[in-house]
């Protein structure tokens, strides 16, 4: 109670002595805006009452705080604070608007108390998580290179055994034409564990959609027919839910390419086994490295479109490694021996094989291979064209299949891989070896082979049912902390790898070099104090974009040079989004301060802008919270759009509207009124305003005397255009001979941007403002992502009564003994007369 009670009063001392200090007093109304009409209307200067008689609020000396603020205080004023001079607090009401919240003491302490306390965590969570990515990244360097003994693999990797049994399955898509097509037709199988069950086909006939939908990744379209996992039938997004903690090998590779091979797998082992020891991570990794054969390119980079890394097939291999790296129960691989030779080919399914064998159920995608690998796989299913089944059954049995069937004639010797991929071809001009064309898939509809696929289904459903359904459990979530932890880990190697520490040197030393140049540009001394004024004004604008367009130079790049992997990560269920964004918050926001800093720090040694203690902290606060809040931007932006080229222009012209409507450059009125918004629309325009006014308003080294005055009304009276700077002059001079003559000093600061015209000083409310935005738009980048993953998610199951087109291959043995060849409409015809109704909307959801 007592510290918040400090706290309190601490916060609201030092936000009066802010705003005090800077005499941003709001009550008095703008004088200004009579000469703003004049100039509108046109009225040359000598009409204007240039000796007029100064209105009621000159008055000033008696006013005090509680009278500008239209009410009396709730406490009485805090001794020790310099009370405002009544003077340059009526020069800054020629200026400044009224601030909404600065007249109430409590709103303003408690805007101030809000963001600094928002800022105070932001910056503590960072540091925390920063120490700890640095002791992580310790860890991980203190782990020996070799593992000090290569076990097997296999042991200690218990798994639960997993089945998925899949009947009739139906995949449909739209077309760009609204038509829907039929990717998968009836396609029934199953996948046991201890199978290595390979699907074969010609390149578009649906094995990626058979493994999407197996392993719950088919994110649109509409399925039909049964798909079970331990004999069990599930709601979608539970079976995908539950998929999750299985491996999948997708088709292409996605790496952060400057990170070395082993680096992607420590990561990757922190990030999915967060339990372990780091020394038993580092075993289970290396001893995947060897087993994968990637021993000695475990620190080669990965590379990829910058620069050249490992070879393509080691790339394959090192994705089978990241999943094997949790010893999934079933491993699902998209075509893993692409870019691989035969030896390294046949050694990787050597290793699924061994996995098989421990229990584990093992589903790939492959490409005609080689005889010796065709003898490893257990079960083969064969796609035809339009993603019909051709066969299913033993892989040893399938060249014996196609004999039968006529599709191939024995060819002594010949590669299996070839004469099945052949048969699968119906292209007459093919080589077929002597062999006609056949429609494997119509034969198989009616083949006893389909039969027994079925029954095989039937056995293995009630075998797993009479067991009682073995339960699976969906995967657990690793905790956000570990999971910002190991992320922000990741990006620290990245950005300071050997290969990557000149590129950082240059960021920081850019931001150095681009602030030193600015300032020393404005390092010049001007002949008066006006001039001074203007050179300070610009100087703050040029800083203030800076700041703003340095955050998205670096931010943006970052984001998007990740945005692959995250997606990756996301849909293996490795961590939420939240975490992500945390991280990227907590990087961030360090470096909003050190650019911050460097800027300002130039501006105040080379520039001579205002270093006034107070100031000098409401100006780095403004800007630190303005850098911060505009990253957040940045990262919603970011994630509207998976397009870097739009990410990028989108930013652009925020950062560009927010320069030039900021009513510094043009003055509000003669902005084009479509995008008059940006002046309260964009963060950087508060940044700006209140900048200036911060480092204009009670300048010491802006004060001029009347004499100095009366030097600028007459060159003002020469110059035609400034009709409107001349009135404000005068009006002050008149104030400067009222007070007393040439004893007065003026605010030239102040004067400079009354003479503009310009007119804005919402210095608490800009600041809350800028604080909500940044709080807004990081709500804003969770909400859309979950928004976007929600309706990327567009996978309808179908009644199997609304289907077309499609042929009945698995319930032959009820059915009609159709002859080999049979149409396929016959065939679908007897078929759905006698098939039972669709079992997936009967079968009540088990529960795990
Ligand atoms: N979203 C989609 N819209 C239209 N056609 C699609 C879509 N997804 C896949 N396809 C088509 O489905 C077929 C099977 O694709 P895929 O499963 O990737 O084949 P494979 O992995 O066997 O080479 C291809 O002809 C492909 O063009
Ligand atoms: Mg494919």
């Known amino acids: 109670m007592c510290s918040g009670g400090r706290s309190w009063r601490i916060g609201l001392a030092l936000l009066l002595t802010l705003c005090i200090h800077v005499d941003c007093n709001p009550r008095v109304p703008r004088v200004s805006g009579a000469g703003g ?3 509108r209307d046109g009225v040359a200067m000598e009409d204007h009452p240039q000796h007029r008689a100064p209105p009621p609020l000159w008055d000033v000396h008696s006013l005090s705080y509680r009278q500008y603020c239209g009410k009396a205080p709730e406490t009485p004023e805090i001794p020790g604070l310099r009370p405002p001079d009544p003077m340059q607090r009526m020069q800054a009401g020629l200026l400044v608007h009224k601030d909404p919240i600065f007249c109430s003491r409590r709103l303003t302490a408690a805007v101030v108390l809000g963001n600094t306390v928002l800022f105070v965590v932001i910056m503590a969570a960072s540091c925390y998580v920063h120490g700890k990515a640095l ?7 203190r782990c020996p290179a070799q593992a000090v003994e290569l076990e097997s693999l296999y042991e200690n990797t218990q798994c639960t055994p997993q089945t998925i049994t899949f009947s009739r399955l139906c995949y449909y898509v739209k077309t760009s034409s609204g038509k829907r097509k039929a990717i998968l037709s009836d396609v029934s199988g199953y996948c046991a564990p201890g199978s290595l069950v390979s699907i074969m086909g010609p390149s578009g006939s649906g094995k990626t959609t058979l493994l999407n939908l197996l392993s719950g990744r088919a994110k649109f379209g509409e399925y039909s027919g049964q798909l079970k996992l331990n004999a069990c039938t599930y709601p979608v997004n539970k079976y995908r839910a539950l998929m999750k903690q299985q491996g999948y090998v997708l088709q292409t590779d996605y790496f952060l390419e400057d990170l070395t091979v082993r680096q992607t797998m420590d990561f990757a082992a922190a990030m999915k086994l967060p339990c372990k020891s780091p020394e038993a991570r580092h075993s ?12 000695s390119a475990a620190h080669n980079l990965i590379g990829g479109v910058t620069f050249k890394g490992i070879s393509g097939g080691q790339r394959r291999r090192l994705s089978i490694a990241e999943q094997l790296l949790v010893s999934p129960s079933i491993l699902l691989l998209d075509e893993p021996t692409s870019g691989l030779d035969g030896t390294s080919s046949l050694k990787l399914v050597r290793l699924l094989k061994g996995f098989a064998r421990r229990g584990h159920t093992i589903v790939t995608t492959i490409h005609q291979p080689r005889p010796e690998i065709m003898a490893i796989f257990t079960h083969l299913m064969l796609l035809a064209t339009g993603g019909h089944v051709a066969y299913f059954g033993a892989a040893e049995d399938a060249v014996g299949y196609l004999v039968r069937t006529e599709a191939v004639t024995p060819v002594p010797g010949a590669n299996p891989g070839d004469v099945i991929i052949d048969a699968l071809d119906l292209d007459p001009e093919s080589d077929r070896r002597g062999a006609e064309p056949v429609d494997l898939a119509a034969v198989y509809c009616t083949s006893p082979q389909a039969s027994a696929t079925t029954r095989a289904i039937r056995t293995l459903c009630a075998d797993l049912e009479e067991r009682g359904c073995v339960p699976v459990s969906a995967k657990r979530q690793q905790h956000l902390c570990n999971a910002m932890v190991v992320l922000l880990a990741r990006r620290l190697a990245r950005k300071y790898s050997p290969q990557n520490r000149v590129k950082a040197l240059l960021n920081g030393g850019q931001v150095v070099l681009v602030s030193a140049v600015l300032a020393l540009c404005f390092m010049y001394d001007c002949s008066n104090k006006f001039g001074e004024a203007y050179k300070q004004m610009m100087f703050i604008i ?18 998007f040079s990740e945005r692959q992997v995250l997606n990756k990560e996301r849909e293996s269920g490795d961590y939420r989004f939240v975490s992500y964004l945390l991280m990227t918050m907590s990087t961030e926001s360090p470096r909003a301060v050190l650019h911050t800093v460097i800027v300002l720090a130039m501006g105040w040694l080379l520039v001579g802008i205002d270093s006034d203690g107070p100031k000098v902290l409401a100006q780095t606060a403004m800007f630190v919270w303005t850098a911060m809040s505009f990253q957040a931007l940045m990262c919603f932006i970011s994630f509207c759009t998976d397009n870097s080229g739009l990410a990028y222009s989108v930013i652009f012209l925020v950062v560009g509207i927010g320069c030039v409507t900021n009513g510094l450059l043009i003055e509000y009125e003669n902005v084009f009124f479509a995008i008059q918004w940006a002046y309260y629309g964009c963060i950087q325009s508060y940044l700006l305003r209140v900048s200036v006014l911060i480092n204009m308003l009670s300048n010491p080294a802006l ?8 030097t600028v009304i007459q060159t003002l009276r020469h110059r035609t255009n400034r009709t409107h700077a001349l009135q404000e002059a005068t009006v002050w001079h008149d104030v400067c001979f009222a007070e007393g003559g040439d004893r007065k000093s003026f605010d030239a600061g102040a004067l400079t941007l009354a003479m503009m015209g310009w007119s804005d000083g919402w210095f608490v409310t800009s600041f809350l403002i800028v604080g909500v935005h940044l709080v807004v738009c990081r709500a804003l980048t969770l909400l859309l992502m979950s928004l976007r993953t929600y309706l990327s998610f567009k996978l309808h199951e179908i009644p199997r009564d609304v289907e077309e087109g499609s042929r009945s291959p698995a319930h032959v043995e009820e059915g009609p003994s159709a002859a080999p060849g049979a149409s396929a409409d016959q065939v679908l015809l007897t078929m759905e007369a006698r098939s039972p109704p669709s079992p997936i909307s009967e079968t009540p959801p088990t529960s795990p």
């Open 37 to 39: 009409d004049a100039r």
């Open 135 to 141: 002791l992580l990244l310790r860890q991980l360097r």
């Open 284 to 295: 289970i990794v290396c001893r995947l490295l060897n087993r994968c054969g990637l021993e």
């Open 542 to 559: 040029l800083a203030a974009s800076y700041v703003c367009i340095v955050q998205y130079l670096i931010s943006v790049p970052e984001l």
């Open 703 to 710: 004060q001029i005397d009347c004499n100095e005055l009366s």
